[in-house]
């Protein structure tokens, strides 16, 4: 009896594991190719304004660039490329600021439905860009007096 019991509920439990792998499959037994969901578009013209980009960060002229290489565990290759801001690996305090801007975006739907960060929202009682601009105004903030703190500790 007990042999009888535990066969089916190992079917049991064979079965219920099974069900979701067909379940992923369409009818016609081929899965179903996905769609990227993003895309990479490479600067034109890049590795000919890649010179002339590295010297106006090197006279200060536009935002701070630092190089980094990476040798690959798989392959073995050196990797190479260029981060903005200032290098982590040089010590001592290190801060960089970089102008950006905020552009509201409105989006309309199909289905009537309207997304403007311009118009006050009954949930915020605000607009959502005045929330956005706001908050940035407390982070900042926020980073220079943590930024004189740590002068002081130094």
């Known amino acids: 009896m007990r042999r009888l019991l535990l066969a089916i509920l190992i079917t049991c439990l064979l079965c219920l594991a099974a ?16 769609t990227p969901r993003y895309k990479v578009m490479h600067m034109k013209n890049g590795h000919a304004l890649i010179p002339a980009i590295r010297r106006q960060a090197a006279a200060g002229a536009t935002i701070p660039l630092w190089n980094y290489s990476v040798v690959s565990p ?13 290098s982590p690996f ?9 102008q950006s801007f905020l552009i509201p975006v409105r989006f309309v739907f ?28 407390a982070l900042r903030s926020r980073l220079r007096r943590s930024e004189r703190a740590a002068r002081r500790s130094a």
């Open 74 to 86: 798989l392959d073995h290759l050196t990797y190479t490329g260029q981060m903005v801001g200032r």
């Open 90 to 98: 040089y010590h001592g305090f290190r801060s960089t600021s970089i």
């Open 110 to 137: 199909s289905d009537g439905t309207v997304l403007d960060p311009t118009v006050s929202n009954a949930c915020l009682a605000a607009t959502a860009l005045s929330v956005v601009q706001n908050s940035l105004s």
């Open 19 to 34: 069900a979701p792998g067909y379940g992923q499959t369409p009818a016609g037994g081929t899965p179903q190719r996905r």
